[in-house]
């Protein structure tokens, strides 16, 4: 059956901050929403990109070198592979993520959330 996937209502089934929720497959990649709250811990993704798209609420991104990268409501941001970064948020954002299916969300598999289909 085909039909629409509404992230709004998927995003309502959960409450857990940095514990993405896979909605779709995409070419070998996890199409993710996901709740943050506060900050993340730093990490890096060795062998892949870290691509965020808000949805809802402001998400800040710290990168290694200092800068942060401010996000609001349709904006998006791909982190390097390689390069150590924290996403944070002030309040709730709501954000939509794409990975390769498989890929540790904190970067490294014995502290990843685990994979969830919803």
């Known amino acids: ?13 959960f409450t857990e901050a940095f514990q993405p929720r896979t ?5 070998g990649h996890d199409v993710m929403v996901a709740k943050l709250r506060g900050d ?6 060795d062998d892949t990109d870290d691509f ?3 949805l ?8 290694e070198d200092g800068s942060t990268v401010t996000l609001d409501p349709g904006q998006m941001f ?17 954000i939509l993520l794409i990975e390769p299916t498989g890929t ?5 598999p014995l502290t990843a959330a685990p994979r969830r289909v919803i």
Do not use: C
Not at 80 to 94: F, N
């Open 56 to 63: 809802d609420g402001r998400v800040e991104i710290d990168l």
């Open 104 to 108: 540790p969300n904190s970067g490294d």
């Open 52 to 54: 965020f798209l808000v």
């Open 23 to 27: 909605v779709a497959l995409f070419n």
């Open 40 to 45: 993340y811990h730093w990490h890096v993704h």
């Open 78 to 94: 791909v982190v390097p592979k390689g390069m150590r970064h924290r996403p944070r948020a002030q309040g709730e954002a709501h």
């Open 1 to 13: 059956m085909h039909a629409a996937i509404d992230l709004a209502a998927k995003l309502a089934t």
